[in-house]
């Protein structure tokens, strides 16, 4: 039988917004030491993260185990998501996606950097899609909290996505432009403090490449140094061509080992 390490927990901001979240501690934890802390975030409105099933905390882009590591992984569900917690909570993201998300995860790892035994220095956030593009955000909005990023196949300006979802959630781009602009990482780009890996498939046929290319273009403008991994032709899911699980792992794992190194301190 295996025995869960996993802790739910639930955290408060200063907004009064009380969030779910999940941690898995470092396997050798001593609550006397500093660990850095990975958040794995989603934060659209699509789907929830925190979640009590089989797997919801496995990290599979890390080649290893980052409790063995010493590193404390960390998902939070931020208001929008869909959570049973009633229709104001649901609602709240309307035209607002990019902003009040990214708001609350802030808010959230603010107080969990309060913890003692969470180091501040080595802080680092990840996700896919709109967890890419929240990480961007995240980055560039609040580049005092977040030390590291990476994203995949992220949304760089909410402009360039599918009407059936952006318009679903952020109104039409005609009457609500002002919403768009200020939920698109682009936005913020020159902000960034941290060190960044920007993955995208230049087949991507849901987030299409050009969100790419209009982030770096930013970035460059601004003189933000980043690390880019384009994969050629790969879809949003980065699954075809040979090798190519391995090689996204494995420079998944060394960026995150370089720039927001493990154990406690």
């Avoid at 927990?9 to 200063?14: P, S």
């Avoid at 919801?56 to 917690?85: C, E, H, Q």
């Avoid at 601004?222 to 090798?243: C, D, I, W």
Wanted: charged letters at 20%; a neutral charge; aromatic letters at 14%.
């Amino acid at each position: 039988r295996i025995k869960s390490t996993t802790e739910f927990f639930k955290i408060k901001t200063q907004d009064g917004v009380e969030m779910d979240g999940w941690m898995v501690k470092p396997d050798s934890f001593d609550p006397s030491k500093k660990y850095p802390v990975v958040f794995y975030v989603y934060t659209e409105p699509g789907s929830a993260t925190v979640t009590d099933v089989f797997g919801a905390d496995f990290n599979f882009l890390y080649a290893g185990s980052m409790a063995k590591d010493g590193y404390i992984y960390i998902s939070i569900d931020n208001r929008g998501t869909p959570v049973p917690k009633g229709r104001e909570w649901r609602k709240s993201i309307y035209r607002k996606s990019g902003q009040i998300n990214i708001h609350d995860q802030a808010m959230a790892a603010k107080e969990i950097l309060k913890w003692k035994f969470v180091d501040p220095e080595r802080i680092a956030v990840w996700g896919w899609s709109g967890g890419g593009s929240a990480t961007l955000n995240l980055m560039f909005q609040y580049p005092e909290i977040y030390k590291d990023g990476i994203s995949i196949a992220s949304v760089g300006n909410l402009l360039t996505y599918d009407n059936i979802y952006m318009e679903r959630y952020m109104g039409l781009p005609q009457e609500t432009m002002e919403d768009y602009i200020k939920g698109s990482p682009v936005t913020y780009a020159r902000n960034l403090k941290g060190s960044i890996l920007i993955i995208h498939g230049t087949g991507d046929d849901n987030v299409h490449y050009q969100n790419a290319e209009l982030l770096l273009n930013e970035l460059i403008k601004y003189n933000k140094q980043f690390q880019f991994m384009p994969y050629p032709n790969r879809t949003h899911s980065l699954a075809e061509g040979e090798g190519t699980f391995i090689h996204l792992r494995t420079l998944y794992t060394s960026f995150l080992q370089k720039h927001c190194p493990p154990g406690g301190r």
